[in-house]
Nanobody
Framework: VQLQASGGGLVQPGGSLTLSCAASGSIFSINDPGWYRQALGNERELVARIFSGGNVNYADSVKGRFTISGDNAKNTVYLQMNSLKPEDTAVYYC???????????????WGQGTLVTVSS
C-alpha cells in the first residue's frame, strides 16, 4: 500500500491549486488523512487534517483559504488551495493511517511530496 500525491506546480499569487493524494493497494481502512508542508530551511508543519469523527484542523496561516476533503470511494484526499501567497511555497506531503487488507493495525504512511511554487 502507498500514498501518491499529485497536483503541485507553479501558480501566481492569488491563484488556486488542488492537490490530490490517492491511497493505492489493498486497503481495509484509512483514517486521519492530512496534508503537511515543508518550506526550504523550515521544519515540516501541519496544513490540514481530518480526524476520526470528521473534525478538521487547519493551520492558522491557511484558515479560510485552504479546504481539505476526502472521497472514500476513491481512497483519495484533496487539498483545495485558494488565494495562494508566496509564503505557501513548499513541498506538500500527504499522510494517513492505513490498515492494509490482511493486516492487524493502522500504520502511518507518507506520500512522496509535491512541490507548490507561488510566484509571479
Amino acid at each position: 500500500v502507498q500514498l501518491q500525491a499529485s497536483g503541485g506546480g507553479l501558480v501566481q499569487p492569488g491563484g488556486s491549486l488542488t492537490l490530490s493524494c490517492a491511497a493505492s493497494g489493498s486497503i481495509f481502512s484509512i483514517n486521519d488523512p492530512g496534508w503537511y508542508r515543508q518550506a526550504l530551511g523550515n521544519e515540516r508543519e501541519l496544513v490540514a487534517r481530518i480526524f476520526s469523527g470528521g473534525n478538521v484542523n487547519y493551520a492558522d496561516s491557511v484558515k479560510g483559504r485552504f479546504t481539505i476533503s476526502g472521497d472514500n470511494a476513491k481512497n483519495t484526499v484533496y487539498l483545495q488551495m485558494n488565494s495562494l501567497k508566496p509564503e505557501d511555497t513548499a513541498v506538500y506531503y500527504c499522510r494517513a493511517n492505513l490498515w492494509p487488507s490482511g493486516g492487524y493495525r493502522y500504520s502511518a504512511y507518507w506520500g512522496q511530496g509535491t512541490l507548490v511554487t507561488v510566484s509571479s
